[in-house]
């Protein structure tokens, strides 16, 4: 098969994603439809290859590591549902069913990459971790808001202290703290009056 570069294991990249990486929720994937169009892959490859080669990068979203597919032709050629020795011909073709894929190291294993998936793959993921970032900064933001509305009951001025609320919210984490109830609340307090004593004394004996 020309389309698969068969280098020496030590000569072939690491294919940067790995299982754990994963778009479980994801049930589409982008399509650059005008790429498509007028790519030479469409152009001058024959209805059967194209037909075989948009298969592969629909099944490859689902193998592990995402993106990814085996290099046994005679399982490709099942998940296909063709017959191997008629896959393997098409292969030999210009613009077979595994145009551009090639071979990468995946941990201890060999499998085939397409770049084009690869470049797909890794903006979604970075979106996905975006979002994900986004996502617990705004819960961090509503909890803070919740304890210092809270913290407000006991001492306005100290729910008015940044570095205090976001201690408190610290120690109440540490502590496994799920339900934040009032008793919890007046021992956060409580901790951080003891924590600004304590520095307060090392800064004196520092000073003698």
Excluded at 58 to 74: C, K, M, R, V
């Amino acid at each position: 098969m020309a389309q698969i570069q068969l280098a020496a294991i030590d000569d072939l990249d690491e294919y940067p994603l790995t299982a754990d990486d994963r778009l479980d929720s994801h049930y589409f994937m982008a399509w650059e439809r005008r790429r498509w169009l007028n790519c030479d892959m469409r152009l001058k490859g024959t209805y059967e290859c194209r037909s075989m080669y948009f298969d592969l990068i629909n099944i490859a979203y689902d193998q592990s590591p995402i993106g990814t597919l085996p290099t046994d032709t005679s399982v490709l050629a099942k998940m296909l549902f063709v017959d191997r020795d008629h896959f393997d011909q098409l292969c030999r073709l210009e613009f077979g069913p595994l145009h551009k894929w090639r071979r990468v190291r995946c941990d201890t294993e060999i499998r085939l990459m397409h770049p084009m998936i690869l470049k797909s793959l890794t903006e979604a993921i970075s979106r996905k971790e975006d979002h994900r970032a986004r996502s617990e900064a705004a819960s961090v933001s509503k909890r803070l808001l919740r304890l210092r509305t809270a913290m407000a009951g006991y001492q306005k001025e100290l729910a008015e202290n940044d570095a205090a609320v976001r201690w408190i919210d610290d120690w109440l984490l540490k502590e496994g703290c799920e339900y934040r109830s009032p008793s919890w609340i007046e021992r956060g307090i409580s901790r951080w009056s003891d924590h600004m004593l304590d520095m307060t004394m090392s800064r004196n004996r520092a000073n003698r």
